[in-house]
């Protein structure tokens, strides 16, 4: 489909990824990190279409980002980082080339990207600091470029060596010609490379000879290794045009090589060339040759003596043993069945060269410029040595001595990596020779962790020197054998990085433990794992903390577990694993690693692999699984993903999420095996199922996501180990981040988001933790005071109160408890009271916002009652012993912030939310709330102030069946009477017009609440003004009433002044509007709710000689007639007739005695309630003679309810405070007429004047 795609859209796609590269964006994170694999992947599959456009636009970002100037360690970084990615497309899409591309293609190449591609190579030599990778990824697109390309790089080539073959200068450019070592070799392309070289090598100068003789090497290995199959094939049909190329090289390279110096330069090369002539391989292994042959038969025995130390130069003895290991590497690629003779040559040096190189007493060295190589050289040897003959393992052992040098150890280690990873050929043999050294390579595990940890232990954090690769530290740290040094750390971390990459590659080689008992298998195995969890949080250490993961992950695969312990692998799995587990956690729940995201993809893949396993022993699955390492193990689980929740990496919050989903099918897999529900494994099972679902949801935003989490996690329903320490692990860590963001608020990480997060994960997840503490904070319910304002005393009961800052301190907010013994969860929500003020100059609006948001919509609704009464509290305390407000502007701000928590909580209809919301009454916390805000005054500031309240107040209203009111009726006609009075109408003369639309603003809002606090509302006036009740309902009827009819004059008048409406004037309007309906709603409630004293007086408006006022009371009245007036309320004995109904059904008996109501109150009405209730249930029942049947159907509940005969009566029940109370109430006149005679006779005879009637001695004597 792309093929028909015009070529704007390719380079559109080709400008995105270029706008993409991190020198043009700067540091890169995962997303943009996602999005440059992704525009890789596009330009790669259109390049399969539009070839030449893609390598031409690819060419042309290279070239412009080579040209960049840049300044600075960062922005080097990111060239680097773009070069690298812009190489690695440039050889995908060269890799994926078709083979009938247009010469036109060519062309484009050659002039284009060629030269580029040599610019890197040639330029960045050792010193620069990133210089070896980007060389290798250049390398790599010139070896793709070749493969279809070979002619243009060869021309290329051949061009140089024609010019080199005329020049007369001494100093010779010859990078051209290193173009041989990079690209792609075949049969027929290194024969052409060999007669080219054969025409011009005589004429070149000595430096282009020796490049030539370097670069042929090189590309003859290049040719073995990418077309193994045509080298053998070359042994079982020779080709005699490579044969005669090969040999005419070696004698033109035989001549030039006259001192020793040149003989050590090309007898690597001529070994090589030697290779490729079978027949000559053959033939000079006979005694007598022909004179064509002598200088190859000559060359050979040169070889040997120079390798037995006899060729008179260390540099000679160093050259043999290069061409000699050639040799050996060589033969592996041939099958024995072949040709035999040059296994002839490879045993007669095969004994002296590992006597060379494999010497412990004096190891091979070529100089302190040459680590890498010899240590190179070495491996190759040990390689080849294992695949000519595996079971000659005398250098085996050698490397293996703990007492050889630790550069034998690198080497040992790195060749059986290369044999695991390496094995193309058939007749190689495979690395199960050398299982049988399991043992001493745990050990030498063992020994090189030991000294690497010592080694962090003990010196400062060690960087990687990036101008010194790992053979480097390895061979030069041999010089410092007398004490530990910082080299010597380094050097045993290279040699603990190839051990972990050992485990990655085979874990069979370090699980061998043939003929050893059970428990010693296990002990092995728990020590080769602990090993490497070890590495895994190491900090300066990337590439050895990913490769121990890499090994650790390698090891839980379901057949490898199997090998752990065969002789018990489940029991084995669960001590193990678990410990893995374990540890892991609690580093990651201790923030101890820099790549937490990728450790937690990692234990993911962990917990999938164990899965697996059980899944194949589900059987006997749980077997071992109770030991305590198990059960701590989850808990740490569980701990670590709850943290994860509340990161601010949203792919780390995924992936926790998604690991729940793996916590379930263990739960489940256990289950199935003990036949138990999952519950008993997992109890927030079912929530954690909805973890893992809602991680599949990949397109969401951050804020989105959290949400959701928080949503989940009001819903966990069960405290666990796991819940508990992770809510308090996340508050000790909150506590230190809100400290550091108030005083160090320049040092926000992520502007704070992962702050706000842990504090709405903690708001969310509270609920759950609250049901582990046994104490509960404050009173669930209390009394709202609601006498006279001068009478009133305001509760002062502390619930770990908030202490707000009063008037005269004027200072922020403190937290102080009234309880030594007040929970984290209490401290939490008093320390966010004290952040809802939070004056600080940077953050405070930040996290007063934060705070109020989260308090509002997050917070778990199990703690709305404690909420509340601390809010309560707080508040309570703005008002001193006389009641009266002092204003300031922090409490100002609370009552604000305590207004908007509370519209948001009742206005938020979550899961939960109506069985919390009445556990306590928000009564004394409203009223006070008004009374503060009332006396603000009508500034800007207060009026919306008072909007929001009265909009508080009808929301309040429509939660009402889900609230608790202690004594409704007084407390909203207390409401009605407050919000009335700031109904304003046309009284208010404001000069601006802002102010004056906030006071329509206002006179809307406080006629909504009305309205719905005035629904069913009987009117109540205050007791003890000396008049009548019914008088006194009936003026209070009045005075609202003519407010109601005012403020719908003033409604009239203002819509009937003729002027035109338009713009503010049209709003004006539509406000009044609404106003004039409201309050339309509220006569009709009013008098609906008050017939019996209301009708008297709104009965003449029907006959007013207004007909505005007419009309608005038939409008009144049709609404009282559709919401059905009950009038036989206008008898006047309605109040004793409701009350004598009351008491009916209170003391309602069934069939069989029982007292359905009565016990129905029992159970609801809570314990501090208990006394009163007993009370009002022995007075009523007594007046009807129901006093036994009430006794005895409480004394039933309770022996029924009795653990034993001894608690009888003896608990704070229901039952025991109505046997007090009829014990006080019918028992005082018993005991005083029983008891009164023989006192009185005690208390007036003189002779029992001294004598004591105190059980207790011990307090008469005190």
Known sequence: MAAHKPVEWVQAVINRFDEQLPVKTGHQNNHTKVSTEHNKECLINISKYKFSHVISGLTNILKNVNNMRIFGEAAEKNLYLSQLIILDTLEKCLASQSKDCLRLDETMLVKQLLPEICHFIHTYREGHQHA?????????????????????????????????????????????????????????????????????????????????????????????????????????????????????????????????????????????????????????????????????????????????????????????????????????????????????????????????????????????????????????????????????????????????????????????????????????????????????????????????????????????????????????????????????????????????????????????????????????????????????????????????????????????????????????????????????????????MVNSTEVLKWLREILICRNKFLLNNKECATQGSGIPICRQAQTKLEVCLYMFLWSPDTEAVLVAMSCFRHLCEEADIRCSADEVLVQNILPNYATFTEFASVSNIMATGRSTLQKRVMALLRRIEHPTAGNTEAWEDTHAKWEQDTKQILNFPKNKVEDGQEWINMTGFLCALGGVCLSQHSKPCGPTTYSPPMGPMSERKYSMVSVSVCEVSNAAAGASATCSSSSSTETPLGRFLDRLLVLLVCGHERVGLHVRTNVKELLGLELSPVLYHMLFNKLRNSIGRFFDTRAQVPINDTNTQFVAQTIAIMKNLLDNHAEGSSEHLGQASIETMMLNLVRYVRVLGNTLHAIQMKTKLCQLVEVMMERRDDLSFCQEMKFRNKMVEYLTDWVMGTSNQAADDDIKCLTRDLDQASMEAVVSLLAGLPLQPEEGDGVELMEAKSQLFLKYFTLFMNLLNDCSEVEDDGQPVVGRKRGMSRRLASLRHCTVLAMSNLLNANVDSGLMHSIGLGYHKDLQTRATFMEVLTKILQQGTEFDTLAETVLADRFERLVELVTMMGDQGELPIAMALANVVPGSQWDELARVLVTLFDSRHLLYQLLWNMFSKEVELADSMQTLFRGNSLASKIMTFCFKVYGAAYLQKLLEPLLKGVVTTPEWHNISFEVDTTRSEH
């Not at 100068?205 to 003859?220: G, R, T, Y």
């Not at 101008?467 to 480097?472: G, I, Q």
Request: glycine content about 2%; hydrophobic content about 45%; aromatic content about 8%.
């Open 132 to 592: 070896a990778e980007l060389r290798a990824s250049a390398s790599g697109v010139l070896f793709s470029l070749s493969c279809n390309n070979f002619n243009a790089v060869f021309s290329r080539i051949s061009t140089r060596l024609q010019e080199l073959t005329v020049c007369s200068e001494d100093t010779v450019d010859v990078h051209d010609i290193e173009l041989m070592q990079y690209i792609n070799v075949d049969c027929s392309k290194l024969k052409r490379l060999l007669q080219e070289t054969v025409l011009k090598f005589k004429a070149l100068k000595k430096p282009a000879q020796h490049a030539v003789i370097n670069s042929l090497e090189k590309a003859f290995w290049n040719w073995v290794e990418n077309y193994p199959d045509e080298f053998t094939m070359l042994y079982q049909r020779p080709q005699t045009d490579m044969a005669d190329a090969a040999e005419r090289l070696f004698d033109l390279v035989d001549s030039f090589a006259e001192s020793a110096k040149r003989k050590a330069a090309v007898w690597p090369l001529q070994i090589i060339l030697l290779i490729l002539c079978p027949e000559i391989t053959h033939i000079i292994s006979r005694e007598v040759v022909e004179e064509s042959k002598a200088n190859k038969k000559l060359f050979l025995e040169s070889l040997r003596k120079a390798l037995a130390g006899q060729g008179g130069s260390k540099q000679l003895t160093e050259s043999a043993a290069i061409a000699c290991v050639k040799l050996c590497k060589a033969s592996t690629y041939i099958n024995r069945e072949d040709h035999s003779g040059i296994f002839l040559l490879v045993q007669s040096i095969v004994v002296d060269l590992k006597a060379l190189l494999f010497n412990p007493t004096k190891p091979f060295s070529r100089g302190a410029g040459s680590q890498n190589a010899d240590v190179d050289l070495m491996i190759d040897c040990f390689v080849s040595c294992f695949r000519i003959n595996p079971h000659n393992n005398q250098h085996f052992k050698v490397c293996l001595a703990s007492a050889s040098p630790s550069t034998f150890h690198f080497v040992l280690v790195n060749s059986l990596h290369r044999i695991i990873t390496n094995s193309d050929l058939d007749w190689w043999p495979k690395i199960d020779a050398v299982y049988c050294y399991s043992g001493e390579l745990r050990l030498m595990f063992s020994d090189t962790l030991s000294r690497v940890m010592q080694g962090l232990h003990t010196h400062a954090p060690l960087r990687m020197t990036p101008s010194l690769s790992f053979k480097e530290k390895m061979t030069t740290s041999l010089k410092f054998k007398e004490k530990t040094t910082d080299l010597d750390t380094r050097s045993y971390k290279c040699l603990l990085l190839a051990l972990v990459k050992l485990i990655h590659a085979d874990p069979k080689l370090m699980l061998h433990n043939p003929g050893k008992q059970a428990q010693e298998t296990q002990s092995s195995t728990a020590e080769l794992i602990a090993g490497l969890v070890q590495l895994v949080p190491l900090v300066n250490t990337a590439q050895l903390s990913q490769e121990a993961m890499e090994a650790l992950l390698v090891l839980h695969l379901p057949e490898t577990i199997e090998l752990w312990n065969p002789q018990a692998p489940i029991e084995t799995f669960w001590d193990i694993s678990s410990l893995v587990l374990f540890l892991i956690c609690k580093k990651l729940i201790g923030h101890q």
